[in-house]
């Protein structure tokens, strides 16, 4: 489905370019270009723990240098969120690409070198310097480029992102297998693909991407760190100061400080439960994974359907999450230790994609790219706290000890979301569909009584809603 896209789309930009904007393109691209990127990068992602621990590095200095792309993560968001909000999307999305290739081949030259953690540290943090440009910039060029084909700022947009999970999540299946299986052969080959497959995507998108709805700001050299500073600040100030919004940005650093850590130490854990060096059962577990946060995906129209509350799948997917991350940490069984990861990640795949249409409508095109990256910066802000604390747990204690104290923490996230199911309004209901308009419609508070939340009516979103990166 991918590469026809691809085809179908290229063409399109080298016959037409620049290309009429109608909604079916404008998601087509997003879709496609979220896929590839998902495939490139997700070629290493079974095999990262065990690619740095086969070259030196004891357990905890692996989560260093994991908590250190976090830190790049952190450092970087705002600035390349700028970028995008400034430059353009597309020149946030090119540079994101090649920065990962580039990073990625250092990688393998610091295995090669015997390097230490610092070194790993430091290529880790530019790692995370190209994932900030991706974060925010694809999602800012779909919703702008949405409004110039006519469609408002919301529509349809818990639908779209679910799909583009969803395609990502297919994207994730077939590159984490193919790594695992690569990486059986030798841990140094995905990281190869990884690179080959990123230099190729580096020229599609670069006649794929073209800006709608959005219109890049030329400046000089001198201005760009004022201008910069500026809408740094407005969208900062976007995004903090909506009340829902900060609620649900605090809910995600709590689960990222879990969730980071929990994907990774899979990887040496499963093998440590299995008692094998089978690195491409690892692979497959992660390509589970992927397929688990798909279903999740699917779940969000399901249950958008009977339920017309966004907070009521965000309280639900992070309570299932929690008791299901610490549940892995009470069992020596392989096969239940697989299906807790695989609870989590489908509950991962319900809450994204209802975060990511919260903040796109509430966050207007000037500064959409800043918010978002902002969003990724405070869950990146968690993820150091997850990677160095839980690591460190993990490395003096055990895995099981991990995941337990991992999963109970992810349980602080409920009160945020609480608080944001009080705040309620338009911020909290989604549209109703044109065909189910006035048929009515129920929505289980998903609380027990005693929370004190009731169940609203649902209503047509004029608003504002909760996202992600």
């Known amino acids: 489905m991918i590469v026809l896209g691809v085809g179908k789309l290229f063409a399109a930009a080298v016959l037409c370019h620049p290309w009429d904007v109608t909604r079916s393109r404008v998601v087509s691209t997003y879709l496609t270009l979220a896929g590839l990127y ?24 692996v989560f260093v240098a994991n908590a250190l792309y976090s830190v790049g993560m952190v450092a970087f968001e705002i600035p390349t969120g700028v970028v995008a909000d400034t430059l353009g999307r597309r020149v946030s999305y090119l540079a994101s690409v090649a920065i990962l290739a580039a990073t990625t081949l250092l990688y393998l030259w610091a295995a090669q070198a015997g390097a230490s953690v610092v070194v790993f540290g430091a290529v880790s943090i530019g790692m995370g310097l190209g994932f900030t440009f991706y974060s925010g910039a694809l999602e800012a060029w779909l919703v702008d480029a949405l409004a110039a084909a006519g469609d408002g700022v919301d529509a349809g947009l818990d639908g779209i992102f679910a799909r583009g999970n969803q395609v990502s999540g297919a994207a994730m299946f077939a590159g984490t297998i193919a790594g695992g299986f690569l990486g059986q052969l030798d841990l140094a080959v995905p990281f190869l693909v990884r690179a080959a497959l990123l230099a190729v995507l580096f020229f599609l998108a670069g006649s794929l991407m073209v800006e709608r709805g959005f219109e890049p700001k030329a400046l000089h050299l001198r201005e760009i760190p004022t201008a910069m500073a500026e809408v740094a600040r407005v969208g900062i100030t976007n995004g903090w100061n909506h009340p829902g919004l900060r609620r649900l940005m605090i809910a995600a650093a709590i689960r990222s400080a879990f969730f980071g850590w929990a994907f990774y130490a899979s990887q040496p854990y499963l093998l440590e439960l299995l008692a094998r060096d089978a690195v491409w059962v690892v692979g497959l577990v992660t390509a589970g994974m992927s397929l688990a946060m798909i279903v999740g995906n699917q779940l969000v129209a399901t249950f958008s359907r009977a339920c017309g509350r966004r907070s009521t799948m965000l309280i639900a ?8 991350g610490a549940s892995i940490g009470l069992t020596d069984s392989f096969v239940v230790a697989v299906a807790g990861l695989l609870i989590v990640a489908g509950s991962m795949g319900v809450i994204m994609p209802v975060r990511q249409a919260y903040l796109h409508a509430v966050t207007s095109s000037d500064h959409r790219a800043t918010v978002v990256s902002f969003d990724a910066m405070i869950a990146s802000i968690g993820g150091v706290g997850g990677q160095v604390g839980l690591g460190r747990v993990s490395e003096r204690s055990s895995f099981e000890t991990g995941y337990l104290v991992g999963g109970a923490f992810t349980l602080l996230a409920l009160p945020f979301l609480i608080a944001v199911r009080r705040i309620g309004g338009s911020a909290d209901r989604l549209p109703v569909p044109p065909d189910e308009a006035g048929m009515g419609g129920s929505c289980p508070s998903g609380l027990p009584t005693e929370a004190g939340v009731s169940s609203q009516p649902v209503g047509a979103l004029t608003g504002d809603d909760p996202a992600d990166r």
Request: hydrophobic letters at 60%.
């Open 38 to 61: 998902t495939l490139a990068a997700s070629v290493i992602w079974s095999v990262n723990t065990l690619f740095l621990l086969d070259a030196g590095l004891t357990i905890g200095e």
């Open 317 to 324: 997917g992070s309570a299932v999450g929690a008791v299901a």
